[in-house]
């Protein structure tokens, strides 16, 4: 949060929702409902992997310029999710997959698990037959290693109620 501070204690943060650079509120930094109904999420903060974001997805450059003033980012969101609902996700994902477009699958808790990025780091374990994150973060003086399984819930209100004390 110190740089939501430091934003707000500049004059520059905007309490309410989606309308400061990490709520939701960039156009460059959130995500996106492609063609096939799924999203992908964006990160192109900086310029250099916003060119190569916009330029990919067909978006010219006088309407990306809109992405300096803050008051423009709803209409510049607007022309970006038009652009990126006119594929689905795949297409969009292959399109920018080895680029500096700063982009990523918005995947389920499923898919997480057997994305090729968490798969290659070992991001998920399996104990006694049920598959977890790993223990992180990991050290390399100090392994980790996931002891016991996860615990089954019986249903959400228990699990509330446990919880809340």
Same mark, same amino acid.
């Given at each position: 949060m110190a740089m939501a501070h430091e934003f707000a204690a500049a004059g520059q943060w905007n309490r309410s929702r989606q309308a400061?650079?990490?709520d939701g509120g960039a156009p460059f930094y959130g995500t996106y409902q492609c063609a096939d109904g799924r999203h992908i999420a964006i990160g192109a903060m900086e310029g250099q992997f916003y060119d190569v974001f916009r330029q990919a997805i067909g978006l010219d450059e006088e309407t990306a310029r809109l992405r300096v003033d803050p008051a423009n980012w709803p209409t510049l969101r607007e022309r970006t999710?038009?652009?990126?609902? =006119?594929?689905?996700?795949?297409?969009?994902?292959? !399109?920018?997959?080895? $680029?500096? *477009?700063?982009?990523s699958p918005v995947l389920d808790l499923e898919e997480a698990q057997h994305h090729?990025?968490?798969?290659?780091?070992?991001?998920?374990?399996?104990?006694?037959?049920?598959?977890?994150?790993?223990p992180a973060p990991r050290?390399?003086?100090?392994? =980790?290693q996931a002891h016991a399984r996860p615990t089954k !819930?019986?249903?959400? $209100?228990? *699990?509330?109620a446990a919880w809340s004390g």
């Open positions: 400061n650079l990490l999710a038009a652009l990126i609902r =006119t594929r689905p996700s795949a297409e969009w994902l292959a !399109l920018l997959e080895n $680029t500096d *477009a700063c982009v090729p990025h968490l798969v290659e780091r070992k991001g998920f374990v399996r104990l006694d037959g049920l598959d977890q994150p790993a050290f390399s003086g100090t392994p =980790t !819930l019986r249903s959400l $209100t228990n *699990a509330l």
